[in-house]
C-alpha cells in the first residue's frame, strides 16, 4: 500500500497523512494515532530514502554522548531517555546516542551540524558558559537544551527549578533543627550544581547562617567521590548535623559512607539526596528532593524539539519543572547539647 492509497483509505488528505507519519505537531493527536493505527493495520511501510528526500529531514533526533563511567548505572538518565524513545516511536521517529570522548564533544557536534544527519538534538549535561550552546544557536540546526546556562542566545531549554528545590531542602533541615548543615555538590562548572550551591548559600543566609567551608566538597558526581566527600565530612572536628548531596549517583556513595562508619542516619547524623536512588540501601527510605516524571520530562523535550522544526521561536520554548520534596527517615530532629 502507497501513501495515496492509505490517504484514501482513512478519507483525508496525504498532506494530512504524510504529517501524520512525519511527526508535525500541527497534526492532532487523535488523527496521528489514526493514521499510525491504519498504516499498522494495512501494513504501509514508507520508504525511508524517499521520504526523507522529499521532506528534507531524517527523522532521526541525536545526542551527542560524552563518554563518562557511571551513565549508564544512572537510572534517572535512562528514564529520561526512554520517555524520548517512546515519544519518537509514536511518530515513526528514531534516536541516535553518538557516544564521544569528552574532550572531543564540541567538534562532534561541528561534525553533525555540517553533514546534517538529524533533524534536531538534545543537549544535556549544560555547563556554566556552555561552547555547546554558543555554537549551535548560530548554526540554524533545531535543538532543545537540557538545563539552563549563562549563554543569552535565545534558544530553547527544559530544566527542573534548581534553586527553588535546594531551598525547600535546607528549609526542611531547618525545620528540623538543624543549623549546621554540609553541602556535596557535584563540579562547580556544571550549570545545575553551581545553581544548587548558590541557593543553600541563600538559604542558610536567609536564616541567619553559614556553612563552614569544610563541610562544602565539590566535584563529587559518582559513587566513590561521594563516598570519599562524607568520609571527608565525617572526618572533620565538628561534622555537621545534616548534610545535602546534590546529585543521586553521589547520594549512593555518601550513604554507604554513613553506613560503614556506623552512623545511625536520621539520628547522630540526617541526610538529603537529590533524585531518586534505585539502591537497596540497608532499607532505608532516603528523603529526597525528586525531579518527577522524568520519563515525561524526556517526552517534553522532543515535544519542544519537533514545535522548533516547526517554527516556534526558541524563546518561547523555555519549560521549568518543579521540584518535590519526598519525606523519608533519613531526616531527623536534631539533638540538643
Request: charge should be negative; charged fraction near 20%.
Amino acid at each position: 500500500m502507497n501513501l495515496k492509497s492509505l490517504a484514501q483509505q482513512l478519507g483525508i488528505s496525504e498532506t494530512t497523512v504524510s504529517r501524520a507519519l512525519n511527526g508535525y505537531p500541527e497534526v492532532s493527536e487523535r488523527t496521528r494515532q489514526r493514521v499510525l493505527a491504519a498504516a499498522e493495520e494495512f501494513g504501509y511501510r514508507p520508504n525511508p530514502m524517499a521520504r526523507s528526500l522529499a521532506s528534507g529531514r531524517t527523522n532521526v533526533i541525536g545526542i551527542v554522548h560524552p563518554l563518562f563511567p557511571n551513565d549508564l548505572a544512572d537510572p534517572m538518565f535512562m528514564q529520561i531517555v526512554g520517555g524520548m524513545v517512546e515519544a519518537l516511536e509514536a511518530r515513526q521517529m528514531d534516536l541516535i546516542m553518538a557516544p564521544v570522548s569528552p574532550l572531543h564533544e564540541l567538534r562532534a557536534y561541528e561534525h553533525i551540524v555540517k553533514e546534517r544527519r538529524v533533524d534536531g538534538l538534545i543537549v544535556g549535561r549544560t555547563h556554566l558558559y556552555d561552547e555547546r550552546i554558543a555554537y549551535l544557536a548560530k548554526q540554524g540546526l533545531p535543538f532543545v537544551a537540557h538545563g539552563r546556562t549563562s549563554i543569552n542566545e535565545p534558544h530553547a531549554w527544559f530544566d527542573y527549578d534548581n534553586e527553588a528545590g535546594m531551598r525547600i531542602a535546607v528549609e526542611h533541615l531547618l525545620a528540623h533543627g538543624h543549623q549546621r548543615i554540609g553541602l556535596i555538590s557535584a563540579p562547580l562548572d556544571m550549570n545545575f550544581a553551581r545553581q544548587r550551591f548558590a541557593s543553600f548559600g541563600k538559604a542558610l543566609d536567609a536564616a541567619g547562617l553559614k556553612a563552614d567551608p569544610r563541610h562544602l566538597i565539590e566535584n563529587t558526581n559518582d559513587r566513590r567521590s561521594g563516598y570519599l566527600a562524607m568520609q571527608k565530612i565525617l572526618a572533620s572536628d565538628t561534622p555537621p548535623s545534616a548534610v545535602i548531596v546534590d546529585n543521586h549517583m553521589s547520594g549512593v556513595g555518601a550513604m554507604r559512607a554513613l553506613l560503614d562508619a556506623g552512623v545511625k542516619i536520621g539520628q547522630d547524623m540526617s541526610i538529603i539526596v537529590w533524585g531518586k536512588m534505585e539502591d537497596s540501601l540497608a532499607g532505608y527510605h532516603v528523603t529526597t528532593i525528586d525531579q518527577p516524571h522524568p520519563d515525561l520530562a524526556g517526552a517534553k523535550m522532543i515535544e519542544m524539539l519537533l514545535s522548533l522544526q516547526a517554527g516556534t521561536p526558541p524563546e518561547q520554548l523555555q519549560v521549568l519543572w518543579q521540584p518535590v520534596l519526598v519525606p523519608g527517615e533519613t531526616v531527623g530532629q536534631v539533638k540538643l547539647g
